[in-house]
């Protein structure tokens, strides 16, 4: 059920990403920062290649995980 619900948010975003570089326009905002935890909790999950079917989704996450202040983060989440 909450899988289904994310790919109704995914298609959203994938739509959203197709104007923009990142969800609130082409800049960083707090909207993009927003999704950082708890996406890197969703890449360590069976669930992680779920954004394969999203391609700008996708290039939105990649572009979020190569900016250091991002890199940080996750390495202060890894158990």
Known sequence: DNLVKLKNV????????????????????LADLNHVSTTLCLGATPHASLFDAYPHVKAWWTDLLAKPSVQKVAALMKP
Do not use: F, H, P
């Not at 959203?12 to 960083?28: F, H, I, N, W």
């Open 10 to 29: 995914l298609n959203v975003y994938e739509a959203r990403l197709t104007k923009s570089k990142y969800l609130a326009g082409d800049y960083l905002s």
